[in-house]
Structures are given as C-alpha cells and as structure tokens.
C-alpha cells in the first residue's frame, strides 16, 4: 500500500467568484423552495438578534451616566431614569436570550429539510443516470464526494451567509458607536481581525484540497473496512486469514490519511493562536487608549465603557463575519461537489414508442460494436444477428467473451457505440422504456440478492408494484421457489439476510431461485431472457428447470450458460469469442461441424464420459 509520499496529488479546482456566488444563488433558492415560510421566520429572528447586542451596550453606556448623574444631582428623576433604563437592558437582553434559543430551534427543523431536500436532489440524479453512467469510475467519485457532505454543508452554508448578515448588521451598528469617538478605532478594530480572517482562508482551501484529492484512498478504506465486518466476505476472510492482512492495510491507509489531516489541523490551530493573541494584543492597545483618554477628561465614565465594549464586541462582530466569510467559502468549495455531480451529464433522451414498425420482425443486431472505458479491446465487435419471436436461443462462450455485454444491449441498459439493435423494426433507442421494459423478462447476472422480504425479492420483477399473493407464488413455482418459501418461517413476508434481528440467510442456489421467480413474475412478456439462471442450482433443480424451459412455447427465450448441456434444445445456438460470434447454429449442426463449439461440448462431457467407465469397469 503506498504511503503518503508516494500517493500523487491531485489537480483540484476551485471554482471562480462566478461559480461561488452561483452555487451560493442556487443554495439559497433550495432553502426557499425548501420552505419558504421558516425561511422568512429565520430571517426575521436573524434581523433581531443583530440589533439587540450594540442595543444592550449603548444603553449600557446611559445606565452608567445615569447613575453618575444621580449621584451627582440626588434627584428622583435622574435616579428614575437610570432604573427605566436598568429595566430597559433587562428586556433586551432577555429579549435576546429568547430570540437566540427560537432561532436554533427554527435552524435545526432547516437543517432537516434542507438536508432531506439535497439528499432527494442526488437521489433524483442517480435514478436519471443510465447504467454506463453508474458504473463510470469518476461519476461514482463524484457521487460519492456529492453524499459526503449533502446534509451538513448546504445547511452551513445557508446559515452562514443568515450569520454573516446578522454579524454585518452588528458590525455596522458598533461602527457608529465608535465613529462618534474616532474613525481610527474602527481601523483598529479591523487591524485586529484581518489576520485572522487571511488565516482561515489559507487553511480551508488547503483543508478542501487535502479531503477532495484523497477521495478514492478514502473509498478504498471503507471497503477495506466493510471487508472486515460485512457478512458477505467473512467465510473467505476467516478461512483463509486475510484479517490481519487487511487490517494492516486500513491502518497504513488510516495513517496516511488521517495523519495528514491531523497535521494539518494542528498547523491550522497553531496558526489560530498566534494570530488570536496578535487580535488580543490590539485590542488591549486599543483599550489602554480610551481609558487613558476618559482619565483625561475627554469622555465620560459610560462613554470609556460603552466604547470598551465596543471594540471588544465590534472585534468580535468583525471576525465572526469574516470567519463566517470563510466558512461560507469552505463550503462553497465542497457544494461545487455536489453541483458538479448535480449538473453531470444527462442521459441521452429516450423515445416514446410502445410497438415498433415491423410487428413480428424481433430482435436485430445490426453490425453492434462496444468498448468499456479504457478497455484494451470491443466487449463487442461488428456483431450481427436476428431473434425472431418464439425462437429459443442459445448463447455461450468463456468468460469475458462479451456474452453478459451482448444481454445489456439487448435490454437496451447500453447504448451501441457503432450499429444498432431494434426489436420489431425500431432502435432500442426509440421506444419507450417502460415499453421495452414490458416486452422483456431478465435475469442478470450477478443478480441482486434484495435484503428484504421474500415478497420484495419477488415482486422486484414489477417494480415492487404490489403484485398480488396468486401472481408471487406462481412467479415462485416458475423459478423453482415454491418449495422455498413453504419453508420460510413467514413465507412471503420473512425478512431475508441476517442483517436483521428477525432475518433468515438463504444459500446460493435458493438465492438464485428468487431471482429467477423474480424475472418470470413478468408472465406478459414475449421476450424472456436468461444469464446463467441455473449456475447455483443443484444438478436435479437445473434438470427440472431446463426441462420446464423446453416445454414453455411462443415466447421468445434467450438463455446464457457456460454449461453447453443445456443447450441441445436450443433452436439456434451462437458461440462467442472475443465479442465476435465465432459459430452459430443448432446442436447437431455445431457438434458435427467439430468446430470450437464441439471441443468445448466435448470438454465438459469428458469427466462423466470418463465417470461411466470407470464405473463400468
């Protein structure tokens, strides 16, 4: 496992103050849309509790020369008005204390939608992409960087920018206070914060940098994680002690990354520090000054106070709005993010067509090319050929020869990159996909073992529309599940995978049998396409299958399997090589042509062949 030092960086970029203050437009829109009553509560909440604070110091400031006043005079009136003034604080400060503990309740029901709002707006987006896209190497970074932070940094963003408004109010409010003694103290003030804020600014963009390059070191620590705790890989791991192994690779990975980081964070706090004790160190020079003017005789006692408090509080308005400044840049920097992935690419729109020309005319490939990204060579390569209805053809060939590619086109999940496919005269392209969709019943492989209940498993084959208890078991009895889920504890409704308290583990072939009753729960199609449906299965249960398969007539079966048995009731058989259909034609013809075809048939007969004998003898 590489270490810090041998890991390459990474370009990373920034967006533009065009982009920023985009993202910033479109941030704020979706808290509007979100709900735009609260939006107008917070903003509100937000105006009061920027005026309350240089409120409570100027009439701190008349409470003091009151109270000097009456001493002075020892009238009633003096000694009232400084009392109503008293009372006057009280209100605005419990005032305060009040609109402060609403407006965080109001933030946290935000934070809650919104998150909810920009978790949808991702969703929506991946259930738009088409499956080239899903599978794209950088689509999935970019996913993955969009879910890191989708339900904290639109909210801080948007939070943010309501502080920084409320922090420029009070900011503005203090500097008029202190405008009445001297414009300087206002440039002290300022001197104050700066470095604080030039601080921030530096490290966040390095902070960003740091977490958006090392996205995919991080995405191989979490599966190196899940490896060691998911179910799914705990046999393999127990039984041949991989677990040290891949435990020292999380920690090298947890080292490197998170050390960094650590690094990091500590220049950024050190940093802080230093520059916290430079703002302090100006505002003491800054206090020492009005004291030494109020000894002189220049202001009063609640004038020295008042503006005290001013640049202490003013200072403090200043860097939280800065602070606040750079925060909203920091997120803006990760919701380019989530805009980037957001605004990817859309799909290449679909038709609308529910039949196709040439009613009857089946499937065609028409001289179909395709090539995964930065694949060596075609998956497929100038393949040609047509599947008319009610035919039940065969397909095989070793791995990677492109007999899976061949299914995904022929469902129109992939779009061929040179040729067409058209099923009754139209391009894939052209009808509408749940037309296509309603044509077809497929098994993929590997297929999805759903942890869900049973009924879920099945009825997936609907779109989990709710098919009703008749049509799921008689899915069932098609795919060889009947017997299954007569041995479920709840039938249908027992939750699968132990994941759960209550759920049950299946084995490979019962899994498989699910997944087939779940492509045959779509009794209406005509065209049934099967991608190694039997390769879990016991012997016996694969016999009864293929043997229920031949029976079946009038719809077109297309069956993928690496076992050529299978295939002697074909009606036309092609076998596939390097994308290419090197043979094709029925059993009998392939055998006797002693071709590819023959030898592999050969093959895998030879061990039984050779089992006959030795038991004969």
Known sequence: MAMESDLPERSIAEPGLRAAAGYARRALALVWRANPGLTLVIAGLTLIAAIAP???????KLIIDGVLAAIETQAAADRDAALVWVAVEAVVLGGLLVVRRVLAFQKSKLQVELGHAVSRAIQDKALAMDLAQIEDAGVQQQMQLARQHAASRPFNLVNRLLEGAQFAITLLAFIGLLWTFSPLLVLVMALGALPLFLGEVKFSTAMFRFQTGRAPEMRE???LESLMTAEASAAERIH???????LARYERLFEDLYGRDRRLRGRRAYAGA???????????GAKIWVVLTAIGGAITLGQMTMLIAAVKQGQGALISLLGAFTGVYEDLLYISNLYAFLDGPEPAPRGRAAAGPTPGDGLRFEDVSFRYPAAPRPALDGVSLHIPPGIRLGIVGVNGSGKTTLIRLMTGLYAPQAGRVTLDGLDLRDWAPEALRARMAVMFQPYTRFKMTARDNIDMGEGLRNADDAA?????ERGLAAELLQELPDGLETRLSRRFLDGRELSGGQWQRLALSRALLREAADIVILDEPTSAMDPAAEAEFMRRAAQ???????????????????????????GRIAEEGPHDALMAAGGAYASLYAQQAEPYVRGRKDKRA
């Open 240 to 246: 041949y002690g991989a677990g040290p192994q891949i």
């Open 221 to 223: 620590r979490a599966y």
């Open 552 to 578: 079946r007539t009038g719809r077109t079966t297309v069956l993928v399997s690496h076992r050529l048995a299978n295939m002697r009731e074909a009606d036309h058989i092609i076998l596939m090589d390097a």
């Open 274 to 284: 230093a520059l916290n004790a430079l703002s302090s160190a100006v505002y003491l």
């Open 472 to 476: 799921l078991t008689a899915a069932a």
């Open 54 to 60: 240089p409120a409570a110091t100027y009439i701190g």
